[in-house]
């Protein structure tokens, strides 16, 4: 009977558990809308998920970033640490293949370089899925989404992509997507695009969107990353 109730009750832990998993892969991976209020300013937003944004937040203090972030009005796509796990590596091995120190912490790449691949990811005002324009790459003359200078007044493109749902055109599930692109002259199926796993997460100053985090290497071009570390160098170096 005693093992019996212990089988029981492990069951039920386990059970709240793959519940509790299962709501945060839904919050930040199901590529849906997120219509939900956050009581704080963004900056304490992204604090109070450090499983996903610890690495943003880092990178936001040392750009110089916190007071825009605390206080102004603004619409952040915000990247998780998987993304910066990827372009630290790739900086790292084209770093080492030239014989130059690599990267060890964050606050060894310098504020600048942070600023200028953050301002990708961040726009002025406040701005929720349904203030953007549909976006079809395939048909760009139709759907051309809208682009939009980001903090740092660099062009980047913003649309929402309607997905096809038992065989008819644009009736599934909406997905807002990021592009950067070195010439948007070229076609919109060439740029770099990344899809967001949750969007309308509104703090009180703004909106965040948050972004799959799989494929997706912080800066978008990672070799513009390496490059400014190149112009810049290394703090302590």
């Given at each position: ?82 993304s910066f796990d990827s372009t630290i590596y790739y900086t790292n091995r084209e770093l ?94 060439f740029w770099t695009t990344v899809n967001v796993a949750s969007v309308n997460i509104e703090p009180t100053n703004g909106a965040v969107h948050a ?27």
């Open positions: 009977m005693i093992m019996k109730s212990t089988y029981k009750w492990l069951f039920a832990v386990l059970g709240c558990i793959l519940a509790l998993a299962a709501c945060k892969k839904d919050y930040y991976d199901d590529s849906g809308t997120h219509n939900g209020k956050f009581d704080g300013n963004i900056m304490q937003y992204l604090e109070s998920n450090p499983y996903y944004f610890s690495d943003v937040v880092k990178a936001i203090d040392l750009a110089g970033l916190r007071e825009t972030m605390e206080n102004e009005t603004v619409t952040f796509f915000a990247p998780g640490n998987v080492f293949n030239i014989g130059q120190d690599t990267i060890r912490t964050l606050d060894q790449v310098p504020g600048p370089v942070w600023k200028a691949m953050l301002s990708r990811y961040l726009f002025k005002d406040k701005r929720l899925l349904n203030d953007y324009q549909q976006f079809d790459p395939n048909v760009f003359n139709t759907y051309p989404g809208q682009f939009f200078n980001s903090y740092l007044e660099e062009p980047m493109h913003i649309g929402v992509f309607y997905h096809d749902e038992g065989g008819a055109k644009y009736v599934g599930y909406r997905q807002l997507q990021l592009s950067y692109s070195r010439d948007y002259s070229i076609s919109p199926i972004l799959q985090f799989s494929n997706h290497r912080f800066g978008f071009i990672v070799n513009d990353f390496y490059l400014l570390i190149r112009q810049y160098g290394l703090n302590g170096q």
